[in-house]
C-alpha cells in the first residue's frame, strides 16, 4: 500500500510540474482596434432640383452607419449647396459638376437644406 501512496504523490506531482512550465511562449491578446468604416454613400443634386423640395437631393432620407463619407454631387445647371441645419457641416457654393465629401462621425438624424434654395431639404440619418 505503500507503494500506491508514493506513486499516486509522484503522478500528481509530475502533473502539476507539466501544467506549471509551458516550451511554448503565451500567446499575446488581441488589442487590435476595429477597423475604420470605409463605406461611402452618395446624394445627387438633380436637374431643376430648385423646383422639388424633399425630392431635390437623391435619395432622400437616407440612411449610414457611423463613418460613412457622404458626398453630394450637384448634377445641376445651376449651383446649391449643401447646409446642416444645426451646423454640422456647410459644403459652400457646388457649381455645376462638383461635389462635396463629409465623413458621419457621431448617429443621430441630421436634417439639410439648399441655402440658396431653402425650398430643397433632405435628411440623413446614421446608426
Same mark, same amino acid.
Given at each position: ?45 438633380? &436637374?431643376? *432640383?430648385? %423646383?422639388? $423640395? ?8 437616407? @440612411?449610414?452607419? !457611423? ?37 458621419? &462621425?457621431? *448617429?443621430? %438624424?441630421? $436634417? ?8 430643397? @431639404?433632405?435628411? !440623413?440619418?446614421?446608426?
Amino acid at each position: 500500500m505503500a507503494f500506491r501512496g508514493v506513486l499516486i504523490v509522484a503522478v500528481l506531482a509530475a502533473t502539476a510540474a507539466a501544467c506549471g512550465s509551458s516550451s511554448s511562449s503565451p500567446s499575446p491578446s488581441s488589442t487590435t482596434p476595429p477597423p475604420t468604416s470605409s463605406a461611402s454613400a452618395a446624394v445627387s443634386i438633380p &436637374t431643376n *432640383a430648385r %423646383t422639388l $423640395t424633399t425630392t431635390a437631393f437623391a435619395p432622400n432620407a437616407l @440612411v449610414v452607419s !457611423v463613418g460613412t463619407t457622404v458626398t453630394w454631387t450637384n448634377n445641376d445647371t445651376i449651383s446649391h449647396d449643401s447646409v446642416a441645419d444645426g451646423g454640422m457641416w456647410n459644403s459652400g457654393v457646388l457649381s455645376p459638376g462638383q461635389s462635396f465629401p463629409f465623413r458621419f &462621425t457621431t *448617429a443621430g %438624424t441630421f $436634417t439639410y437644406k439648399c441655402t440658396i434654395h431653402p425650398n430643397m @431639404v433632405g435628411t !440623413v440619418t446614421v446608426q
